[in-house]
């Protein structure tokens, strides 16, 4: 068992308190020597900086100012990061790398919600929401004569296809498993016998985009992966077929995708957009198949414990000594968000 390692909750008092509800806080207390300095929202606060020189573990959370070489200088003895958030990339620098430093990403449990929010927007993609609501609501309680979208609205034996099957791709499939659904999978990184694990086919994206009712994408933002989803692409997919993204605005080119949704021939549920949020004279705010959400599929509220609790399990890992459960090395960095 290691000695109480100095730590330094690296994010505001009201962030601190949505991620770590009363138990994880006294745990909090019972693993660590926490910094005496209240978090100020940098690193060049001359407190905080006094404060670094003797830091172990940092636990940090979305907005933590980059941990670039003058932060890291400060902080000779900084053995481990912890993230109390999903992505690293804002963050963590190379420096971090060359340090040798332990990261760890609560990435595992937000992919809990964001599949949980996936899996809903599947149910009603398949129900041709928003369409079909949008189209009732004009009625304001009179008589309603469905469209032609009514006779289709169905979930039984439609093709769900998932791109990417990450963190959150695979906690999709596993959501899908009771469901009447006939699920394909595009991912370079995996192979058949996987996809067959987790209940999917495994097709390449072209053959995905052209078969699938319904396309959900779970690919993380890399340069090779910026824009996959082009004009190209979407007019592979058929007339009628919802795209949903939870992922990452930019896996989509939205100039391509907006003509698709203006001239009605797609549907689209959209929780993250490029650029995001949209300018205020886009269509899609108006559009009928089109549903837009402002980036709420990840933890919010009471969720966001969950993330909190496994920083909190990993920081009893390192303290016993023992391997972490959700470390993230320089080499995860090429494929993961």
């Given at each position: 068992m290691k000695t109480r390692p100095r730590t330094l909750l690296a994010m505001p008092h009201r962030i601190a308190t949505r991620l770590f509800d009363d138990?994880?806080?006294?745990?909090?207390?019972?693993?660590?020597?926490p910094a005496d300095v209240p978090w100020s929202g940098t690193f060049e606060d001359t407190a905080v900086r006094a404060a670094l020189s003797d830091v172990e573990v940092?636990?940090?959370a979305w907005g933590t100012p980059p941990l670039d070489e003058r932060v890291l200088a400060a902080a000779p003895r900084l053995r481990a990061v912890l993230h109390g958030g999903g992505t690293i990339r804002h963050f963590v620098t190379d420096a971090c790398w060359e340090r040798g430093l332990v990261i760890v990403s609560a990435a595992e449990a937000n992919a809990i919600p964001v599949a949980e929010f996936t899996l809903a927007s599947i149910i009603y993609a398949g129900?041709?929401?928003?369409t079909l609501g949008r189209?009732?609501?004009?009625?304001?309680?009179?008589?309603w004569f469905p469209s032609d979208a009514l006779a289709a609205a169905s979930n039984l034996g439609r093709v769900v296809g998932l791109v990417g099957l990450s963190r959150v791709g695979r906690r999709v499939a596993a959501l899908l498993r009771p469901f009447d659904?006939?699920?394909l999978a595009a991912d370079p990184l995996a192979d058949a016998a996987q996809a067959r694990r987790l209940g999917t086919r495994l097709v390449d994206l072209d053959e995905l985009l052209g078969r699938a009712d319904i396309v959900s994408l779970h690919a993380p933002l890399l340069p090779t992966t910026q824009h996959m989803i082009d004009a190209r692409r979407l007019a592979l997919m058929g007339d009628h077929t919802a795209l949903i993204n939870t992922a990452r605005g930019g896996l989509v080119d939205t100039e391509a995708l907006t003509k698709e949704l203006v001239s009605g021939r797609l549907m689209a549920f959209l929780d993250v957009t490029d650029p995001e949020p949209l300018p205020p004279d886009s269509p899609l705010y108006d559009l009928p198949n089109v549903q837009l959400t402002p980036h709420l599929a990840g933890s919010t509220g009471t969720e966001l414990t969950r993330m909190g609790a496994l920083v909190v399990d990993e920081l009893a890992r390192y303290?016993?000594?023992?391997g972490l459960a959700h470390r993230v090395t320089r080499e995860d960095m090429t494929h993961v968000a």
């Open positions: 138990h994880a806080m006294a745990r909090l207390a019972e693993l660590t020597t940092l636990v940090t129900k041709r929401l928003p189209e009732y609501a004009t009625t304001r309680g009179g008589t659904f006939d699920v303290v016993a000594g023992e």
